[in-house]
């Protein structure tokens, strides 16, 4: 079965830094999307992890542990406009991608 | 001009009507996907296909069908709209390989009175 959980909803203040934890059960795993998506919007990509371990790009860098079924993306220097949807997303098999319902950033200055 | 383009961007029909979204690539992919996205739900799948042969269902095809017409071009149909069915579409494509990133179109609001 499939089961993706992440918070719903987060805030943060400028220039802080904010971490978005996603836990997931899937069959067939082969790595983990992070997308961002602001309202009304297409989500775009962020980072993809398939072994575990940090990756950085940037202000912003994505943590996997596929033994705990564990992920977590870490935005730095938060700013306005990082304020968005972040779309938890592993992948089953070799290629569908399995949304989460996503967490909603809201940044305050 | 972008990459993924998706026609139309909005489109209010009533129940019973056969709707057409289409999705046009210029990326040179041959994955395409079809995605709708519910508040509180997100994304869900609907069609895939790997190339102009290829189609798959996805996790909620009933009430849907698709047509890959060329490598650039992927056309979701309602055969007959349901207000269940207003949701936010979005077409994606990948390259192909083992694992790929999909990029998404901007999506069609589709409302079903």
């Known amino acids: 079965g499939q089961n993706i959980d992440q918070p719903t909803e987060m805030t943060a203040t400028e220039g802080a830094i904010v971490q978005i934890n996603c836990t997931y059960q899937?069959?067939?795993?082969?790595?983990l999307f992070w997308y961002q998506q602001h309202a009304g919007e297409a989500p775009t990509f962020l980072s993809y992890?398939?072994?575990?371990g940090l990756e950085e790009k940037g202000r912003f860098s994505s943590f996997l542990s596929r033994s705990k079924g564990y992920s977590y993306l870490l935005l730095k220097e938060l700013q306005m406009k990082d304020s968005a949807s972040y779309l938890c997303?592993?992948?089953?098999?070799?290629?569908?991608?399995?949304f989460g319902t996503g967490t909603r950033l809201q940044v305050f200055p | 001009d972008a990459d993924v383009t998706q026609t139309p961007r909005n489109r209010i029909t009533k129940t019973g009507k056969r709707i057409m979204l289409e999705c046009s690539q210029t990326?040179?992919?041959?994955?395409m996907y079809w995605y709708r996205q519910d508040p509180g739900l997100g994304l869900r799948l609907i069609y895939y296909?790997?190339?102009?042969?290829?189609?798959n269902k996805g996790e909620i095809s009933d009430g849907y069908s698709v047509s890959r017409q060329a490598q650039a071009k992927f056309s979701l149909s309602l055969e007959s709209a349901i207000p269940n069915q207003t949701a936010l579409y979005f077409c994606?494509?990948?390259?192909?390989?083992?694992?790929?990133?999909?990029?998404f179109g901007p999506g069609t609001r589709l409302t079903v009175l």
């Open positions: 997303a592993p992948v089953e098999g070799t290629d569908k991608l399995i």
């Open positions: 899937t069959s067939g795993f082969n790595g």
């Open positions: 992890n398939v072994l575990d």
């Open positions: 990326k040179g992919h041959d994955r």
């Open positions: 296909s790997f190339d102009v042969k290829d189609i």
């Open positions: 994606a494509t990948a390259f192909g390989g083992r694992t790929d990133t999909q990029y």
